[in-house]
Every structure is written in C-alpha cells, then in structure tokens.
C-alpha cells in the first residue's frame, strides 16, 4: 500500500494526507466521504480508482463512476489518463447517460420518439409545453415560465411524486399542474412513445424495478461504483445507485451536504444525513482540510456554515497562512457597486485569476454593459442572452419603434394591451388584423375599431406622450413608457394575474434606464442592446486565461480563483423573499452563499448596498467576533465610564453625517488620511493607504475622530 503512494508521489508529484489515503484504500463496502470545499476530493477519487486497479487488481471494465454533470464526467477521464496514462478506460458517465443507456435497452422493442434535445422538432418538448399554455390561458408563455414550468415537471418526476398528490403541490403559476397532467397523458397515449430526459430516469427506475433480467445484468456489470457531486442527486437518481450495488455494495459516495444547492431541481441533500439508514454498515469519512483557500477566508466560511442545522458536522481547516481578512463593503447604491468594481479592476494587472460572482444572471448584464465599454476582457460561465429577447426588453423597442415609425400600426398591436387604453380581446384581434398606411396609426384605428369614449380619450393622450417622446433620451423614453403610458401598471396586473415575479421584471427596466442613460438617442440604445447581446454570445463561446470570469454561485462550484468580489448581496436576492419564510430554503441559500465564498483563495469581498444581506450581517460577527448582533446594526449608548474621559476639543472635527460623503477626503485622528468609501447612517467606511477600515459613526461624531481635509 505504501508502495502505491510513494510511486505516485515520485510520478505525478502527488502526495495525499492520512485521511485521503485511508478513502483511497477503504474499497469494501459502502462509504460516504463528505469533502469540505478545496480538499482534493477528484483527486482521491482518481486515485482510488487507480489503487483498485493497480494494488487490488480489478479490471477497469469492473468499475463504474457516475457524476452530476458531463463537464465533471470529462473533467475525471481527463484526470485518470494524465494520472494513469498506461491503464485501460473507465467508465465515467452522467447518472442521465446510464438511466438512457438502461431506457434504450428496455424500450428495444417499443419505437419511442427522444423529444428534448431538439427544440426544432413539433413534437420537442418546448413547443408541446408552449402550446399547451396558450390552449389553457388564450396566452402566449414568457421565456421564464417555460423554464420555470420546464423545471416544475423535473422536479415532480426526480421527486417520484405520484400524480394523486400533483395537486397538493405549489405551482410555479396558475395553470402549471394542469399543464403537467395534459403533457404527462398526451405523451402516455402518443404513438409512438413520447420520452424527455427526466422519463430516461424514470423509465429506467421501473425497469430496473420490474424486469429481474434487466438488473441482474447491469449488477453484474460492475463490481465497484463511485458517485460524485451527490448531494445533487435526486431521489429517482439515489435509487437507481441503490439497485446497481445491491449485490456487492461496494458504493463510495462523495458529497458535500454543505455545497447541496440544487433542492429546486429535486436534489435531496437529506440523503446523505440518512446514509447509515440505508446502509447500516457504511462508513463515513470527513476530508476536512482545505488546500485551496488562505486562512481567515477558510475559517469565516467554516464558522458561517455551522449556522445551518441540516447537516453533517464538519470543521474545515487550513494550513495554508492567515492572509487577508474577508472584506465587506456595504455601498450607498447598485451604481456606486459597479463604480466600485471597475475601480478595483482597473488597478489590476491581469484579470484570468479574478472573478465576480451573484445570485442571478440578470446582475451580470450592467456589468457586461461596463466591461464591453471600457475594453475589459470576460467570460461568461453561464452565459444567458435571454435578457435580449426578454418580453419586457422587446416591449420598450417595440415603443420605441412605434414612436418613431407612428404610421405602423403593425408595431403598435403588439403593445397595445401593455398600456393603459384597456383593449378588449376583439379589439386586440382587429388591431392585429390591421395593416400599415401613410397615415398615423391612430387615425386608422379610430376609424376601423369601435372605441368606447374613455379610450379614444387615452389615446389621444398617448399620442401626445409619444409625439413628446421623439425629443427625448432613451431614459426618458422608457420613464414616460412606464409611467405616461401606463406600462408598470400593466406589469403589476399582468404578474399578479401570472404568477410572475414583478420585482424581477421591475428590475429589468431599471437595467434598460442604466443602459440608456448615457446615450443620446433611440436608435443608439437600439444598437447598444445589439452590441450586448453580441458580446454576450461571444463571451459564451470564448476562454482565455488573461478574461475576467462573470458567473452565477450556482454555476461557480468546482471553480477557484485568487480574487472573488460577490456582488448584489441585499435581501431580497439573497436570500430570497421566499427563501427567507421557508427554514429549508433559507439553509440552502446559506449554502450557496458558501458555495461562493470558498471560490476564493487569497481575496475575499462581499458587496451590498441598499438593505443589506442577512448573511453578511452573519459573517460580520464572525469576523468581527468582539461586535455584539446590537451593535453591529445600531450602536447602543455608551456606558458612562468610571473615569472621565477628557478628549481635547477639535474645532474642525464632522459634527454631522451631512458633511460626509462617498469620495470625499477625510483625516482619521488615528489612521490618519483617507478617502470615503462608504457611508450610511450607522457606520463609515475609509480607505487608508495601505488599508480600508469601517468605524461606527456614533462613535466617530461624539469623540470627535474626523476631519474633511
């Protein structure tokens, strides 16, 4: 045994501590190995793979490993050939792959038609789910209640829920179950069979279930099985693993339950805390040091995770030096947080080992706009163009189009029901009947559609507003479109009647206002989104080593980088509002906060502005230990002291926070000069020369520390 890890350290220079080799060499029965953030757990993996091929002589052929992702899948082969380069393949797979592999088999004799994967079919899936939803609400579906509906059917079919309790389940949207249920029958009674990705694992379950022949075949096919990334896995995938070992279950488990961040897709992290209920024999192993991150980021993280209650108990560590502090930043507006980043990347000399992190894709498109502007190299993780084709985006240019081109009556049809006029489904038809002339638009409306005196009396305002309109910025555009013409209004109707997050479609405006507000006129902010969406593509499909790297959390684990600024960290985000009224999706935003910090390996900052995340106010008391939770948010009254403390009087001193603000140059009493950074009413944030430091302000006024310079 000693052999193997010495041959390996003087071939690949790879030396493991005392727990990896013991998860190395525990090949006989199953084992659960929980793997902290950066503690080398692929590498055991290959590893162990490899000492069961090398030292206890099984053939390649006899070991199976499933992983979450085909990326991770790839990822692992490439590492066993670099690591083994002489020994015969593995086989690597997604837990899909296998579930397909097994479907195929069992529906040999059945025809059956793959209908996800190829959106372009009639019969894919996207355009069956579109359909169905504009049969049931006489309403085209958005793009993001097709993946939220997309989502709604994985999950219900990874939960192995049956469909007597479908209708005690929380809909995405009014509707969504009933779509479901005409989806789940039409594809039963297709002929030929009608199969998605979530039914290969489906399908595959039941086989497994109910044909003995088919099982013992594929049991018999391995002797070993390794799982990575199982906390991801969902109940149909863990049970599918369960039959495939039930024969020699020798199964190894890698997870980390503190990194499970994936519950709404139907992972079951749970699993994991009930291992030995499945298999009472099971052993379970901690790989707790973490080689990835500098010691204070690595102790902030292990101190905030323990704040959850589902889950193993685990204290990660490091030996790596203390380094330096996690620094958080709480800025006065979004537009001081992009400030504030380009600041701070403009005083980079490389960017390939930096990368900015949030909760959702929509935080990346003003940054992206920032970028693109200032010549920034940048990758996308996961790139999402759909902002550019959102409704919301393709409503204002359709305004915008119209209030330019008034005599196109085609282009007025397709917002009419988006403003305040009141349009009646027959209206709306013979609107959209309606072909363009020389004339303006409205004149040929009021001559072709009986309209009710309230309407004509809108439209002639309307068409005032536009006319007004032509004059204007884009900003002004899009405020006037939102405000004159009644399109938020529309959008508070439509997301109550929708089931539809109106924060999140607000917010796209706001984003359409920052983008447009440099530019002079329509036609430029036009160009602009076409530029954006461009780079977006682009930044999808190219990676360098000298980019920037733009991710969601979600789409950040497995990656590491020496700097890592998390950004839009506000309630409301993250944690959610429905995070924050459910226990279970509170724990697992806590974890994808995690998730995000343990990316970082020297430079940790965690940015807010507006109402502050409560999982930083969290982190704040792990760092700073000392700051009772009252004082951190107000400061309490001092205490009288037992001797008079006498401070000389400073005549210049700030008297009022009305004297501060961002950008301003200020002298400590202490620290000496600065410059503000921040300011808000409990606390102020400097940046010294070599150091930024934040001071309760209470503090500050009453003994007299400040002075404008």
Not at 251 to 277: G, H, M, N
Not at 435 to 441: C, D, L, Q, S, Y
């Amino acid at each position: 045994m000693s052999d193997f890890f010495e041959r390996k350290k003087q071939q690949l220079g790879v030396e493991l501590n005392k727990i990896q080799k013991k998860a190395v060499t525990k090949t006989q029965g199953p084992l659960l190995l929980l793997a902290c953030p950066g503690s080398g757990k692929t590498t055991t993996m290959i590893m162990r793979i490899g000492y069961l091929i090398e030292e206890q002589k099984v053939s390649p052929k006899r070991i199976k490993a499933i992983t979450f992702s085909r990326a991770s899948a790839k990822d692992m082969l490439e590492r066993y050939e670099r690591f083994f380069p002489e020994l015969s393949p593995v086989d690597f797979s997604t837990i899909h792959s296998l579930a397909f592999q097994i479907t195929r088999e069992h529906l040999a004799s059945d025809d059956y038609i793959m209908i996800e994967g190829n959106d372009v079919n009639r019969l894919s899936k996207k355009r069956l789910l579109r359909d169905m939803y504009a049969t049931e609400n006489d309403e085209p579906i958005t793009d993001d209640q097709l993946e939220e509906l997309v989502s709604f059917i994985s999950f219900v079919k990874n939960k192995m829920l049956p469909k007597k309790k479908w209708k005690q389940l929380d809909e995405p949207f009014p509707s969504a179950i009933d779509i479901l249920t005409t989806y789940e029958e039409f594809k039963e009674n297709h002929e030929p069979r009608l199969v998605d990705f979530d039914d290969m694992l489906t399908v595959a379950f039941d086989a497994l279930s109910k044909n003995s022949k088919l099982l013992a075949k594929y049991q018999q096919r391995w002797d070993y099985v390794m799982t990575d990334e199982s906390q991801d896995t969902s109940m149909v995938q863990h049970a599918i693993v369960e039959m495939l070992v039930e024969r020699h279950r020798n199964l190894c488990v890698v997870a980390d339950d503190d990194q499970s961040i994936y519950t709404w897709r139907a992972a079951e992290p749970s699993y994991l805390l009930k291992f030995r209920e499945v298999y009472p024999d099971a052993y379970i192993m901690k790989m707790e040091r973490n080689y990835r991150s500098s010691g204070l980021i690595v102790s902030t993280a292990n101190q905030f995770i323990k704040t959850n209650k589902l889950r193993h108990d685990k204290n990660m560590f490091t030996h790596m030096p203390e380094g330096e502090p996690v620094m958080l930043r709480r800025l006065a507006s979004q537009e001081a947080q992009l400030k504030y980043i380009v600041k701070e990347l403009s005083g980079l000399e490389e960017y390939g080992d930096t990368a900015i992190l949030y909760r959702n894709n929509s935080s990346s498109t003003l940054l992206m706009d920032e970028l693109d502007r200032l010549g920034i190299p940048f990758y996308m993780k996961d790139a999402d163009n759909r902002f550019f084709s959102h409704w919301v985006v393709q409503d204002v240019l359709n305004f915008m189009r119209f209030i330019l081109r008034p005599d196109r009556v085609d282009l007025y049809s397709k917002v009419a029901s988006k403003t305040n006029a009141y349009w009646s489904a027959s209206q709306l038809r013979q609107l959209g009947r309606m072909e363009a002339t020389k004339k303006h638009a409205f004149d040929e409306i009021t001559l072709a559609i009986q309209l009710k005196d309230y309407q004509l009396r809108i439209i002639g305002e309307q068409r005032k507003v536009m006319e007004a309109s032509k004059e204007m910025t884009p900003v002004k555009v899009i405020r006037a479109i939102r405000r004159d013409i009644g399109y938020d209004q529309m959008l508070s109707s439509r997301a109550e009647k929708f089931g539809m997050k109106l924060d999140y479609l607000q917010q796209i405006l706001s984003t359409l206002e920052q983008i447009a507000e440099p530019l002079p006129t329509m036609t430029d902010f036009a160009k602009r989104l076409k530029q954006l969406e461009a780079a977006t593509n682009q930044a999808k499909i190219e990676k360098t080593d000298d980019m920037l790297t733009l991710s969601t959390m979600h789409s950040s684990k497995g990656l590491e980088f020496d700097r890592v600024y998390l950004i839009d960290l506000v309630e409301g985000v993250v944690p959610t509002e429905e995070d924050a009224e459910d226990p279970a999706l509170l724990e697992e935003a806590r974890r994808l906060f995690y998730v995000g910090m343990t990316r970082a390996k020297r430079h940790l900052e965690l940015i807010s502005y507006d109402k502050e995340s409560r999982f930083v106010e969290e982190v704040r008391r792990i760092a700073l230990p000392n700051m009772k939770k009252t004082e951190a948010r107000k400061p309490a009254p001092l205490a009288a002291p037992k001797a008079k403390i006498t401070m000389p009087d400073n005549p210049d001193a700030v008297s009022s926070i009305d004297e501060l603000h961002i950008g301003a140059s200020i002298r400590h009493r202490v620290f000496g000069n600065g410059k503000i950074i921040e300011v808000d009413e409990e606390k102020i944030g400097i940046q010294f020369a070599k150091e930024h430091k934040e001071f309760l302000l209470e503090i500050c006024l009453q003994y007299q520390l400040l002075e404008l310079v």
